[in-house]
């Protein structure tokens, strides 16, 4: 499975963004994609995950309510749309897609600076 993240940039608070994942490779295999984030001197951490099957979908507190994850399985795509944009927010963002072999997939990530 092979991920190529892209939609990051510069943003003004309060902003939005819309990053998108695109997935090859054995995509039959692949049960959940979702999207992590790292700040500079911090942990990756979660984000947002979405079942590529049914669309059930499941957010970290700080995404809840400004973070969107959806899916075009014809396009073999995942988003995530971002609004209300902080600088808090300023991290690389990771496509990550876990395969029914419990194996986890990763992109490059794409990096997404908010300014205040």
């Known amino acids: 499975v092979q991920l190529q993240a892209s939609g990051g940039g510069l943003v003004q608070a309060g902003g939005s963004l819309r990053l998108s994942c695109v997935v090859s490779g054995r995509t039959a295999s692949v049960v959940f994609m979702g999207w992590f984030r790292q700040a500079p001197g911090k942990e990756r951490e979660f984000v947002a995950a979405i079942n590529w099957s049914d669309g059930f979908t499941k957010y970290a507190e700080s995404a809840k309510g400004r973070f969107t994850i959806s899916r075009d399985n014809a396009k073999n795509t995942v988003y995530l749309q971002m609004s209300s944009l902080k600088p808090e927010d300023t991290a690389v963002y990771y496509c990550?897609?876990?395969?029914?072999?419990?194996?986890?997939?990763w992109g490059k990530g794409t990096q997404v600076t908010v300014s205040s």
């Open positions: 990550n897609a876990h395969s029914v072999m419990r194996t986890d997939y």
